[in-house]
């Protein structure tokens, strides 16, 4: 996770979380939901709850596992009218402190880069100075769940007018006919 400012935040001090899990649910107010919605080009969030179980990971991380349950309304693409969708995610999520050790030159392949194993877990997300924001982790999630082009259940895009009067589709000509009608024309 970045230090991007986010619509919604909720900060838990990683160090809270040492022998045992915890339970955290977040919703956020009115004023929050409404920061939400504006910044994912939502038509509104009606509601947003997670219910976050943090449990320690390793020596300093942890790990957020929990659902995420919202209501939200959209505006379809094809119709421009709004609609309501309700979202249920699953968040399986591990964090740990900043390293400040540099990368080993093992990580590195013979061009200086690292190599990532799309088959292999994501590696952890960074705790800052101590602090996990949920309300940062519920807004990637959103974010990455929401659907570019929404569209109303049930609303089809017809493809618009052809151009054809009589119902009948034209048929464009060949990029060949040129060189026909030249050759007819040599030949008679």
């Known amino acids: 996770m970045t230090t991007n400012k986010f619509p919604y935040s909720f900060k838990v001090t990683a160090a809270s979380v040492v022998d045992k899990d915890q339970t955290v649910v977040v919703e956020p107010d009115a004023a929050g939901l409404k920061a939400i919605a504006g910044a ?3 038509e509104a969030v ?3 709850k997670a219910r976050f179980t943090l449990k320690p990971y390793r020596k300093a991380g942890l790990r957020v596992v929990g659902p995420v349950n919202a209501s939200i309304t959209q505006i379809c693409v094809v119709s421009l009218e709004p609609f309501e969708s309700a979202l249920e995610l699953e968040v399986d999520r591990t964090f740990e402190p900043h390293s400040s050790k540099p990368r080993k030159i093992r990580d590195l392949n013979a061009d200086g880069e690292i190599e990532i194993d799309l088959e292999t ?3 952890p997300d960074v705790i800052i100075d ?5 309300g940062a982790v519920i807004c990637e999630e959103l974010a990455l769940s929401l659907d570019p082009f929404p569209r109303k259940p049930g609303v089809a895009f017809d493809g618009g007018d052809t151009g054809a009067d009589d119902g009948e589709e034209e048929k464009e000509p060949s990029p060949f006919a040129a060189l026909q009608a030249l050759k007819d024309s040599t030949e008679s």
């Open 40 to 42: 994912f080009d939502l």
């Open 46 to 48: 009606r509601s947003l």
């Open 121 to 123: 877990l994501d590696p």
């Open 130 to 134: 101590g602090v996990l924001d949920l």
